[in-house]
Structures are given as C-alpha cells and as structure tokens.
C-alpha cells in the first residue's frame, strides 16, 4: 500500500510537473505545432488526474500515476535525446557559429532531465515497490 505521504508528494510533484510542461510548451514556445502541443498536452492532462487520483487515494489513482510515469519517462528520453543530438550536431555542422545554439539545446534538455527523466524514473520505481519497499 503506498503511504499517505508519499501520495501526496508523489501528487504535488505531478501538478508542479504539469504546470512546467504547460508555461514551457504552451507559454514558452512561440509557435504551435502537432508534433509537440499533442504530447505535451496528453502529459500536463496525465499528471493532473495523476495527481487528483493519488491525493484522493482513488483506487485507480496508483496505476495511472505510474502508467502517466513511464509515459512521461518515455517522452523525457526521446525529448532529451534529440536534444543532445540536435545540439551536437549544429557544433559539428557549423562550428563556432553553432555553439550558440548548442549551449541552448543543452540548457532546455537539463531543463528536461528532472521532469520527464528522473521524477517519473523514480516514481515508476517507487509505485512498482508499493511505496514501501516491497513489491506488489
């Protein structure tokens, strides 16, 4: 059974996580497209039931919580993947002129690491156990 506490922490960090997802994309970004505003939107939606479930204690809630963690586990790696090699490739392909760029592509996938790599990495792990060490 997953602890009160951690429950509810496990819940604050998803609506902080939806909220970073939600100014960073929809905010942040000055142009819209699909490819990005469709996963993004199905994750800040994920994390808010997420969080509502778990706080709640719904029966569902813990499933969900780590169904929406590998998936923005998932979406974390890819995203900070192609990060990393889109900052790679504009130093090797333009050189000095490209380290501009490079250092921001860098900046926005450390940005990404704690949200969507290494909080739902934790999390996966953590609801898999039964959030008190044992596993289900």
Same mark, same amino acid.
């Given at each position: 059974m997953l602890s009160r506490r951690a429950a509810?922490?496990?819940g604050v960090a998803d609506v902080l996580t939806a909220l970073v997802i939600f100014v960073g994309v929809f905010r942040g970004l000055p142009s819209?497209?699909?490819a990005v505003d469709v996963p993004a939107f199905a994750l800040v939606v994920g994390h808010v039931v =997420?969080?509502?479930g778990?706080? =709640?204690s719904a029966r569902w809630?813990? =499933?969900f919580a780590r169904a929406t963690a590998g998936a923005a586990l998932a979406v974390g790696v890819a995203l900070a993947t192609t990060l990393a090699l889109t900052a790679a490739w504009l130093r090797g392909v333009y050189g000095p002129i490209g380290?501009?760029?490079e250092v921001i592509f860098a900046l926005v996938a450390a940005l990404v690491l704690p949200y969507l790599v290494v909080l739902p990495a #934790?999390? #996966?792990i953590w609801l898999g156990r039964g959030?008190?060490?044992q596993r289900e």
């Open positions: 509810v922490v496990f819209r497209w699909p =997420s969080a509502a778990l706080i =709640s809630g813990r =499933s380290a501009g760029g #934790v999390k #996966v959030g008190d060490g």
